[in-house]
């Protein structure tokens, strides 16, 4: 079955411990993003990534770290997270990094940081 | 930062009324896209509209990008409860891939 797929589904941490969301897909899309979605905000790119090895900010990208190592995975790593990043958090990916393109979202991933 | 503000926030309608949700921008856009959004789940393409003045009909959802591609709209005939939702637009501007969404639009069609 064509999936994103993110892990954890849920997550409470305390500030400053790193974590690391995991987010897969089995399309062989070139394209993946990581949003973060918040109340009153909806949803915020955090970084994308055109291709392998290829990464670049979205809107909000302070305080995460991305990698694009292989084509099918696109970690989105938190190195010292703290309260303002509690939120859902989505990763979605499309064939090409074309305008236009449909993108296929995770189930997300929901951050408490206490 | 590029901003896609959508109206209204929040719709609360019976079914079989209509209704209409805007998405405006002081931007240009290449193409702009409409979602549906369930609770507990990720957003899901409705459609993508590229052109200027392009009308897109899926069933009983028109949706209409603006002449000069800075805005949209979504109108939906004789809402039902399972068109209950949150609907967001997204798109991205000239010279770039990031991707704006909209603030949203939480809609509920009370049965």
């Known amino acids: 079955e064509a999936q994103v797929t993110q892990n954890p589904r849920y997550l409470i941490t305390v500030t400053g411990k790193k974590l690391t969301v995991t987010c897969s897909q089995n399309?062989?899309?070139?394209?993946m993003s990581w949003y973060r979605q918040d109340p009153g905000l909806g949803l915020r790119q955090i970084y994308y990534?055109?291709?392998?090895?290829?990464?670049d900010k979205g809107d909000v990208p302070e305080g995460y770290k991305v990698s694009r190592k292989e084509k099918r995975n696109f970690p989105l790593i938190l190195e010292s997270p703290s309260p303002n990043q509690t939120s859902l958090y989505f990763c979605?990916?499309?064939?090409?990094?074309?305008?236009?393109?449909?993108?296929?979202f995770g189930p997300g991933t929901r951050l408490l940081v206490l | 930062t590029q901003l896609l503000e959508q109206s209204p926030q929040f719709l609360s309608i019976q079914e079989g009324e209509n209704l209409t949700v805007y998405c405006n921008s002081s931007s240009v856009f290449s193409s702009l896209q409409w979602y549906r959004q369930e609770p507990g789940e990720g957003p899901v393409l409705l459609v993508t509209?590229?052109?200027?003045?392009e009308v897109k009909k899926l069933k009983r959802l028109t949706f209409q990008f603006g002449d000069a591609r800075k805005d949209s709209s979504l109108h939906i005939t004789a809402a039902q409860p399972g068109d209950t939702g949150l609907y967001l637009c997204a798109g991205s501007t000239s010279g770039t891939y990031k991707y704006i969404f909209g603030t949203g639009t939480r809609l509920k069609v009370l049965a």
């Open positions: 990534s055109m291709n392998v090895e290829v990464t």
């Open positions: 509209v590229v052109t200027g003045g």
């Open positions: 979605a990916s499309s064939l090409l990094a074309f305008k236009g393109e449909t993108q296929y």
């Open positions: 399309m062989n899309h070139e394209y």
